[in-house]
């Protein structure tokens, strides 16, 4: 759960006196290509509190810019060193969940996951010099932590026994250690402060949420209804949703599910909360919504009215461990940015198999009252441009083998700027002179396989 709390933080820029910022990297790979449009073998991608900066993919092979002001104030040598620095980051990712798989006895027959997730938080940083706070740098493997750095005492962390002989590895390389804490507290909080300088106008502007109350026959059982919650397009992403029944905050115990705050392809954010009922209930069910960085309150009734199946089920699971990104490319141009988390059943559930662990079967509601508590499911909805609530963007197949977060056309996971991740194939001490390890430069990096 420590990288749960962590990417909360990173991903959040709280708008009181003291102005918290983040600049926060993901680099997502898969073993093999999965059999599902637009999900690629590996994806990238750089957000500034909250909104995606720039992307690549193994498809494209091109680092692009995803804000026009990074379009404007970064010339065209900082994109191709940028594309360079991806490019190699590829060939990392791909050596090293073989790597991965070969300590774990794994087949390429499943589906795995390697992901990698940095980046920093600052204080301030416009109006008076940025104050470090917190940085992050860590690793997942099918969904669950595997590595991450300890920046107070320099140090790497191996939460499971597969993963001690890369800590000792990676301990081992002194200038590993030095240059991933001079990022996190230097160079990291150095791109996010330049980075808001020329983002400044569009990094002020708020945006109000539209709210939506629906509902839907539930796939699992005829008898219940899907009652759904869900505010989009809002930004910054802090917000606050309830869902009432007869006056009465439904939480957890009442089955009540959230997607969490995720990300819109525009840089605005959206969220649901579900809740499985039977369509014989007729109580009261208000949505109330608040986004106070626009001053905006907003109350919404349902009508008791069951329309078309247009919200896929229930995004259920748990957070445990890290979240992997996939990018989810439809065939329109718009689409938003969806996470679907699948439980595992413990680390590295499927280590060792041939296959990867099956979807887990369909939930059983658990009646309390007249409101149904239902075992979380993982089919991921269809969502329209921004989530509108009936929207015709590209339907996702539930996937089966690994935690998996589907992002929209323009978005996906990603690592710096212009850095490299931790090494290229041969796992050389010192990268090429136009990459980073751990970092947004051009400069000289760590490279270390697993």
């Not at 991608?45 to 810019?65: A, C, F, N, Q, W």
């Not at 300590?103 to 109006?127: A, F, K, P, S, Y």
């Not at 160079?187 to 996010?192: A, G, K, N, P, S």
């Amino acid at each position: 759960m420590f990288f749960v709390v962590a990417f909360v933080l990173l991903g959040t820029a709280l708008r009181v006196n003291s102005e918290l910022h983040s600049l926060t990297y993901i680099y997502t790979a898969f073993n093999k290509p999965y059999e599902r449009p637009g999900i690629h073998m590996f994806t990238a991608m750089g957000m500034l509190d909250g909104r995606m900066i720039d992307y690549y993919d193994s498809k494209t092979k091109e680092k692009v810019p995803k804000q026009e002001w990074m379009r404007e104030r970064l010339d065209k040598e900082y994109w191709a060193k940028g594309t360079q620095s991806r490019q190699s980051k590829e060939q990392w990712f791909g050596v090293n969940i073989g790597i991965l798989m070969k300590r774990m006895n794994q087949t390429d027959e499943g589906h795995h996951t390697l992901q990698w997730r940095h980046g920093c938080v600052i204080e301030n940083g416009l109006t008076v010099p940025p104050q470090f706070k917190s940085g992050m740098d860590m690793y997942s493997y099918d969904g669950e932590d595997f590595l991450s750095f300890n920046d107070a005492d320099s140090n790497w962390i191996a939460p499971v026994p597969e993963a001690e002989l890369t800590k000792r590895k990676w301990d081992g390389v002194q200038v590993l250690k030095e240059y991933t804490k001079s990022y996190l507290e230097k160079e990291c909080v150095d791109w996010l402060t330049k980075f808001m300088v020329y983002g400044e106008k569009d990094l002020k502007k708020a945006s109000p949420p539209d709210v939506y109350v629906f509902a839907r026959t539930s796939k699992k059982n005829s008898a219940n209804n899907i009652l759904t919650c869900m505010a989009t397009g809002f930004y910054p992403k802090d917000i606050i949703m309830k869902v009432r029944r007869n006056g009465r905050v439904l939480d957890k115990d009442d089955g009540l599910q959230s997607t969490g705050i995720r990300p819109n392809d525009d840089g605005t954010h959206q969220i649901r909360m579900s809740v499985e009922i039977l369509n014989s209930d007729s109580a009261e069910y208000i949505c109330e919504v608040e986004h106070r960085a626009t001053n905006m309150k907003e109350t919404r009734i349902w009508d008791h009215e069951v329309k078309c199946d247009c919200t896929g089920g229930i995004i259920g699971g748990a957070l445990g461990g890290l979240l992997v990104g996939v990018l989810l490319v439809g065939a329109a141009v718009f689409g938003v940015l969806m996470f679907m988390y699948v439980k595992r059943k413990g680390p590295f559930a499927n280590r060792g198999r041939a296959k990867a662990a099956n979807t887990p079967s369909a939930p059983t509601p658990i009646y309390k009252g007249s409101v149904a508590v239902p075992i979380p499911s993982v089919t991921a909805p269809l969502l329209a441009p921004n989530g509108a609530a009936n929207g015709t963007g590209s339907v996702v197949a539930p996937i089966t083998s690994v935690t998996t977060p589907l992002l929209a056309p323009n978005g996906a996971a990603n690592g710096p700027p212009n850095g490299a991740a931790n090494g290229p194939p041969n796992g050389a001490a010192n990268g090429p002179p136009n990459g980073a390890a751990n970092g947004p430069s051009n400069g000289t990096g760590n490279w270390t396989n697993f």
